[in-house]
Structures are given as structure tokens and as C-alpha cells.
């Protein structure tokens, strides 16, 4: 069947909303009334805010440093353009949201200023998956309430099931909690309805990795380089997995690969000292710590990426002193802290149960690490090794 529609619209965005109402008139849905206001104020009457939006979502889908940047000073311009712009605001705490695990910003300041783009994302439309997406962000990477991180994420796809960012997150964060089986389908629909974004692979792979299945986790992950072959985190995923495959040479030379692209991380540096430690390589470890020191005197490195070349080298006394660092800077890291593999040596340590309850992080037991949790069947863009 073809559908004709015919209109003189003044603007693109008026376009997509009397598209939107024609499409909803002729599939003949009665959508909510608040869902029909929504739909309303989605998105802004000046095209120049949404333009800059556009540009700020662009470069953030890119997930490095100096992208990360852009995309919140475009952002910020839209948000200036239409202060009521609740999509901009969205896109403003996403930034923040991101910047201290992507752009190794520190996480005090981020926080704020997350916090707050989030409320007035919330304050513009309450309604809206991204206002909501963006909350549960915050309270997933600041605020460890787990639980209240999902429930967010949870709202928004109920308020647009095909918002793909929302299912990832929620994905991300019921990974976190244990919870692989349901992460692990949250995150397939993610790749449902964006096949070709290679973040959702490469985190798809995280999500794998956290089930203990690493040979999914190596598909995922080189999905992601043959979807974008710049996509840094694509690599940091592939090497990790190398690495738990004992494929320790691999691993080292996908991590020069991620280093070259990932704009200074420091994530780079330490996974690659916590594998050259494992390997036996201590005196390149050691450069490795000296050289994230170094880093130090000169910007904010994450504590959590000294404490995991400590841990590598064996380190229990040293590992935790920057552990505990970690904690009181509130490092976005230590979320990895329940469930990455990379820790299950001295994860029952009492001192390091210790820091979890502080943090508050709701876990279920990881699993079986030579059993990792099924894929679940059906997924459409897996390429075969």
C-alpha cells in the first residue's frame, strides 16, 4: 500500500510533526493525551536549536575526549537558543554524564553539572525516554542507586520503546547488577533498533564480558571495529577479551590500536599495565604505573586506574589504598569494581567488600567464570568469526 501525503509545511520541524499526526491518524491510534502532548513539545519551534542539538548528538555517539567536548559546546548552544529545549538539556547531561569514564573528567564537577542539565531536561518534559534516559544515567555513574538507574531507563522505554540508548543503558546497568540473562536481552534490543551504531556492539561486548562469555564478548567487540574501524572502545573491548582468552600478545597489540585512537583515556594505559603484570612483564607494569603518575601531576587520572595495574602486579596493600581513593574522589570506575573479571582475585577480600557496601552497589553473585551466560538467540547483526 502507498500512502500519498500532501502538505506545504514551513519548516522541517514542522514537517516531522504533521508527519507524525498524519502517520498517527492514518494507523488510526489513540495514543494518551499527556503521550500526544509529548509528541508536542518534543522538539524546539527554532531551527537553529535543533540543528545544534543534532550536531552536539552526532559527536557524542563518538564517545572520545575531544568528541565528547563538541558535543556538549553544541548542546549548550541549543539549550541557549531555546531554553525549554528539554532535548538539548538531555543531550547536556549525557556529556557530563560521560565525560569522567570517556574524557577522564573529574567526577566531582561532571556530577553537578549532570545533576542539573538532568532535572532541567525532567523540569522541560518529564515525559520524554531521553529526559528520563538521562536521569537514570546520572543515577547510575554519580549516584550508584542502581535500582533507581534502571527503574529511569525502564520509564523511558516505556515512553518510546524504540529509544535505543535507553534499552542499552538498561542493559549496562542490570549487567552491573548481576543480572546478565535480562542485561543481556535489554542490550540485543538496543542493536535491534540500531544496527549500525557501533557503541552498542562494543558495550554489548562489556555486557558479555561482565557474563564471563568471552568469546561473545570478541564477536561483539569485533563487530563494533568493522562497524566504525576509528571506534577506540570497540578496540579496549577486543583487547580485554584477547586477554581473558589468553591471548596475551593479541591483546596488547589491539591495545596500541585503542590507545592511538582514545585521545589520552587512561583506561589504555592501565588495562594494558594490569595485562603486561598478569603476563609477568613487571618491569614494563612498573612503567606503566610511573607513567599514569606522571599523568597525574599534570591532570586528574582516575585512582581506579592505578589500582588495577596494582592489582595486576599483585599489589593487595597498594590496590586497595587507591581503591579507597577511588572512593572518596566518587571514580565512575568502581562501578566495574562488583563485576569486571579483572577483579575476581581480591574481590572477596573484606577490605574490598568493605568498599562495595559504602558504595552501596546491589550485586547478585557473578557467575561461574567458565561459564558464562547464554547470547540470546536472534540477533541480527552478528557477524560469524
Known amino acids: 500500500m502507498v500512502c500519498l501525503y500532501e502538505a506545504n509545511p514551513g519548516s522541517v520541524l514542522e514537517f516531522q510533526r504533521e508527519l507524525s499526526m498524519a502517520i498517527e491518524k492514518r494507523l488510526r491510534v489513540q495514543l494518551l493525551p499527556e503521550r500526544v502532548a509529548a509528541l508536542e513539545r518534543r522538539q524546539t519551534r527554532h531551527g537553529q536549536a535543533y540543528d545544534f542539538y543534532l550536531r552536539g548528538r552526532y559527536f557524542w555517539n563518538q564517545l572520545s575526549p575531544a568528541t565528547n567536548k563538541r558535543a556538549l559546546e553544541y548542546y549548550k548552544r541549543a539549550t541557549e537558543a531555546d531554553p525549554q529545549y528539554a532535548l538539548a538539556w538531555s543531550g547536556v547531561a549525557d556529556a557530563y554524564s560521560s565525560s569522567p569514564i570517556n574524557s577522564d573528567a573529574p567526577p566531582a ?7 542539573d542539565a538532568a532535572a532541567c531536561a525532567v523540569a522541560a518534559e518529564p515525559n520524554l525516554a531521553e ?3 538521562s536521569l537514570g544515567l546520572v543515577k547510575f ?5 542502581w ?3 534502571a527503574a529511569a531507563f525502564r520509564r523511558a ?10 534499552h542499552r543503558m538498561e542493559g549496562i546497568t542490570l549487567s552491573h547488577m548481576g543480572e546478565h540473562g535480562e542485561a543481556l536481552c535489554a542490550i540485543q534490543r538496543a542493536r535491534e533498533l540500531d544496527p549500525l551504531l557501533a557503541s552498542h556492539h562494543a558495550l554489548s561486548s562489556q555486557v558479555a564480558f561482565n557474563a564471563r562469555d568471552y568469546s561473545e564478548a570478541l564477536r561483539f567487540a569485533r563487530q563494533a571495529t568493522v562497524l566504525d574501524p576509528e571506534f577506540w572502545i570497540g578496540y579496549m573491548q577486543l583487547a580485554q577479551a584477547h586477554e581473558r582468552l589468553g591471548q596475551t600478545d593479541l591483546a596488547l597489540d589491539v591495545f596500541n590500536t585503542a590507545a592511538r585512537l582514545c585521545g589520552g583515556n587512561s583506561k589504555m594505559l592501565s588495562c594494558r599495565g594490569y595485562i603486561l603484570a598478569r603476563a609477568g612483564l613487571t618491569e614494563a ?3 606503566v604505573l610511573s607513567t599514569l603518575e606522571a599523568v597525574a601531576r599534570e591532570r586528574y587520572v582516575p585512582p581506579y586506574a ?3 595495574v596494582h592489582a595486576g602486579l599483585g599489589q593487595v596493600d597498594q590496590t586497595l589504598v587507591w581503591l579507597q581513593r577511588a572512593y572518596e574522589a566518587r571514580d565512575v570506575h568502581l562501578v566495574f569494581l562488583p563485576v569486571d573479571a579483572k577483579w575476581d582475585l581480591i574481590r572477596e577480600d573484606p577490605r574490598v567488600q568493605a568498599i562495595l557496601a559504602h558504595c552501596g552497589f546491589q550485586v547478585r553473585a557473578t557467575p561461574n567464570p567458565d561459564r558464562g ?3 540470546p538467540s536472534g540477533d541480527p547483526f552478528l557477524m560469524p568469526e
Not at 109 to 115: G, L, M, T, V, Y
Not at 141 to 145: G, I, L, S, V
Open 157 to 166: 522505554t516505556e515512553l518510546d520503546p524504540s529509544y535505543a540508548l535507553a
Open 109 to 115: 564537577s561532571a556530577w553537578a553539572r549532570a545533576r
Open 141 to 145: 555513574w554519580f549516584d550508584w542507586d
Open 147 to 149: 535500582r533507581g538507574a
Open 306 to 308: 592505578l589500582a588495577l
Open 285 to 287: 607494569a612498573r612503567e
Open 373 to 375: 551466560v547464554p547470547i
Open 131 to 133: 529526559a528520563q534516559t
